[in-house]
């Protein structure tokens, strides 16, 4: 069992950054591929990126490539999304997941889900 918790969130304007958190329980957090989606209201949930167990491997989404990334610290349990030069179309509820095995985009391979942290982005 794996138990996810996600901090960071907030408000900011367009063009700043945030830096999102998932902190991560259980002494496997390594064997884990680790990814962010978002879900804005009235939409689906989409991928933001992933990034596998040891961490040298990353893929974003298109709509994020350039100002976003993840990163991950096994020894701490907790993966990053460092979000640059944000727009409001970026509003959403973050969430971070966890699966064993290789990354992937789909939402629905993984087996772990937090509870989301708001992001808003004023114009």
């Known amino acids: 069992q794996v138990q996810l918790v996600e901090s960071g969130g907030g408000l900011v304007q367009a063009g700043g950054s945030l830096r999102l958190s998932c902190a991560a329980s259980?002494?496997?957090?390594?064997?884990?591929?680790m990814a962010w989606f978002r879900q804005a209201p009235g939409k689906q949930r989409e991928f933001v990126g992933s990034?596998?167990?040891?961490?040298?491997?990353?893929s974003y989404a298109d709509s994020v490539k350039g100002r976003f990334t993840i990163s991950r610290d096994n020894a701490k349990n907790t993966v990053y999304l460092q979000m640059n030069s944000l727009k409001p179309g970026d509003t959403a509820l973050y969430y971070c997941?966890?699966?064993?095995?290789?990354?992937?985009?789909?939402?629905?391979?993984?087996?772990?889900w937090g509870q989301g942290t708001q992001v808003t982005v004023s114009s």
């Open positions: 990034i596998s167990w040891g961490g040298s491997t990353t």
């Open positions: 259980g002494r496997t957090f390594s064997s884990y591929a």
């Open positions: 997941a966890a699966k064993r095995g290789s990354r992937s985009s789909r939402s629905a391979e993984y087996d772990y």
